[in-house]
């Protein structure tokens, strides 16, 4: 990174028209003085370190072009700004420019590009304003602005894009009286509410809608979604919506990709089932937490649909073939905390993330898995049996969760395999027999492993030596019987050891050939096992991240009637991954 050494812009000539410096690398402050250079109409200081302030007053009267994009300019937007009468492209995002927006601002007439994105902007914006009719795109994100929302960006003729989301706007959307071509409106993450007025849906040309995560309430009426007839993104979720979506009359959207209304609780769907209708093009479908009772029959025909998520509702049931034989593009499907009882078919061969926790689902593991999954989710239901062979044949798995079941048998070898290649691996609390597999015999790459609350014995794999990256360790509550692992001290990023209520015994000695040792735990429990003789001083020593722990939850001391044992000291924690 070089640093700005402003002498050295001293010998520019005052005929210079265009700087261009995006991408240099540089550091440091920036002398102002360059944006008064008479004859200048283009800069471009963009993805910089650069810092400095704007001038308040003397600019370049021919400026057309200026961006200073990604940079650490602060300081407030000066009034003077508003005199680039011929100022087309500007573009102050993600810097640190501070303070309220001036109204000379939104006088300027032939501004297409107004960026203000990502800094720490305040204040209401104006209720009334007098230029901008050329503004194709405004970004006002991820600020600090508060009050309402007026109706005139609504109604600015040339105006394509509107981001203001991720700022602190209340109010209801005031009634929009000359509705506009804009055809993308982002108002997503601020503090709206009311009802949306009905001339919003007058906005035909909308093309992407977002009010997500605010207040809005009031019914939702499919009906009135159908006047945005080229609509392909409506995100609606995180709000107080009401009414009952008829996805018969949605699937009259030919455009619509994405839909997502998760988090309405008074929000549900319907359909007709005697409707011959389908969603063409439909990739996206978020009905989380909506109080969805049962599986529309139209998602049969959704042969576009990858992403689904249905969690958190009260589906009962069964999923049954001809369901899952219609989502063959499926990606992502989540089901987790529904009432679902049986699963019939995997959906499809493309499945990455199959999400179906907390649901009651029995019997054995539906196999043959597809051998596309990365994540897989089951945790928490009433499956029984053994873990079918299938799952060593998953191509490239990343989670796998079959946690709070009551499965049974060996643990398949293939787990702990190079080939299998997890990186979180959560069986715990289930009824898992025999030793341990040797995980990261050929494979290094797990970093959270819980096997706790079954009834594996033996002694540890010492195989997992091996894994340099795991973070979290929990064997606990099993019948594994063997000395204190006094090698996994070698593991550096080992945060989370628990070995409580096994048949370890033994001294516990930290081994002399590791320095430091366990350098990076955080959570220790050896509670509950046969340990005996003098606990080392040293092995609190070396415990040097104890001291830097956060969100420990309960220090227990483990009185012994051991007479001469030091008490050992050991973390309570919680049984989550």
């Known amino acids: ?8 812009f001293n010998n520019l000539p005052s005929s210079l028209k265009r700087l261009r410096l995006e991408f240099c690398d540089l550091k440091g402050e920036f002398p102002s003085e360059i944006f008064q250079l008479t004859y200048l109409e283009h800069v471009d200081l963009s ?15 021919t400026l057309k072009y200026f961006k200073l994009y990604n940079n650490h300019f602060g300081g407030s937007i000066p009034a003077s700004i508003g005199n680039l009468t011929k100022i087309t492209f500007l573009d102050l995002s993600l810097n640190e420019f501070e303070g309220q927006l001036p109204s000379t601002l939104f006088s300027l007439k032939q501004l297409t590009h107004l960026g203000l994105s990502s800094n720490r902007l305040e204040g209401p914006l104006p209720t009334h304003v007098k230029g901008l009719q050329n503004l194709n795109e405004f970004f006002l994100n991820d600020n600090l602005l508060t009050g309402g929302i007026p109706s005139w960006p609504f109604t600015l003729p040339s105006l394509k894009y509107l981001d203001l989301s991720n700022n602190s706007l209340t109010g209801p959307i005031d009634k929009i009286q000359k509705p506009n071509s804009v055809q993308e409106v982002y108002l997503a993450y601020n503090h709206m509410h009311g009802e949306i007025p009905s001339s919003f849906f007058n906005l035909a040309n909308l093309i992407e809608l977002d009010l997500s995560s605010n207040n809005f ?8 979604l159908l006047k945005l007839k080229n609509l392909e993104t409506l995100v609606l979720s995180s709000n107080n919506f009401s009414g009952a979506i008829k996805l018969d009359v949605l699937s009259k959207l030919k455009n619509l990709t994405m839909l997502e209304l998760s988090n309405n609780k008074l929000l549900s769907f319907s359909s007709d089932d005697g409707v011959n209708s389908t969603f063409q093009k439909l990739e996206t479908l978020y009905f989380s937490s909506c109080n969805v009772q049962q599986f529309p029959n139209i998602l049969r025909s959704a042969k576009s649909l990858r992403y689904l998520d ?3 509702n009260a589906i009962k049931g069964s999923i049954f073939k001809w369901e899952s034989e219609g989502w063959e593009q499926l990606s ?23 999400d179906l926790r907390s649901n009651q689902l029995q019997g054995p593991l539906l196999a043959p898995l597809p051998p596309s999954l990365e994540e897989f989710w ?23 969760d079959l946690s709070r079941n009551y499965l049974g048998g060996i643990i398949p070898k293939c787990l702990g395999s190079s080939s299998y290649g997890s990186r979180i691996i959560n069986l715990q609390k289930n009824n898992f027999k025999g030793k341990i597999p040797d995980f990261c015999a050929d494979y290094n790459g797990l970093i959270n492993l819980a096997l706790n609350d079954n009834q594996l014995e033996g002694p540890l794999a010492r195989s997992l030596i091996n894994c340099t990256f795991l973070k979290f360790l929990n064997l606990a509550n099993n019948k594994l019987n063997d000395t204190f692992p006094r090698w996994l001290g070698a593991l550096p ?57 956060r969100n420990l939850s309960e220090l227990v001391l483990q009185e012994s009637d051991e007479e001469g044992l030091t008490p050992l000291y050991a973390l309570h924690f919680y049984d989550q991954v």
Request: with cysteine.
């Open 1 to 8: 990174m070089f640093d700005v050494v402003p002498t050295s």
């Open 332 to 354: 992502y499907l989540n089901l987790s905390h529904n009432l679902l009882m049986s699963l019939e078919q995997f959906p499809g061969e493309n499945l990455q993330i199959l």
């Open 217 to 224: 309430s009031g019914l939702i009426k499919s009906d009135m």
């Open 47 to 61: 993805w910089n370190s650069l810092t400095g302030y704007l001038p308040k007053s003397n600019w370049s009267s």
């Open 378 to 400: 089951i945790s928490n239901n009433n499956l029984t049996g053994e873990i079918p062979p299938s799952i060593c044949n998953l191509t490239f798995p990343q989670i796998l």
């Open 310 to 312: 249905l969690s958190n």
């Open 493 to 549: 990023a080992l945060q989370v050891l628990i070995l409580r209520f096994n048949r370890f015994h033994g001294l516990l000695n930290i081994s002399e050939d590791i320095r430091p040792s366990f350098s990076s735990l955080q959570i220790a429990d050896l509670s509950g096992n046969e340990f005996n003789g003098v606990l080392p001083i040293t092995f609190f020593q070396n415990l040097n991240s104890l001291k830097h722990a």
